[in-house]
């Protein structure tokens, strides 16, 4: 699958490697350090990408997003978002 070029480079290896694992993508943003990331899969469910699981700030937006029936899956550690 030939990804487009304006793929933001901050998130193109998670993109890649999704769709080379057979898990085809549709839309994504990095963020731009300013919001959270995502990635939208084909199939309408949509990665969040959280820049720290250790910061207060994250903990209220994982709050939220549970609340709205959300499942969180930790992939990795990241710099502190603070």
Known sequence: MMLPSDIDKDILPL???LNKGGIPTSASCSGHNKRLGYVW???NSVLIIVPS???EKTKRI???LTYFGMRL???G???DDT
């Open 77 to 79: 550690n990241y710099p």
């Open 15 to 17: 993109v890649e490697a």
């Open 41 to 43: 899969l084909e199939d």
């Open 53 to 55: 699981a250790n910061s």
């Open 73 to 75: 899956v930790e992939l």
């Open 62 to 64: 994982v709050d939220a």
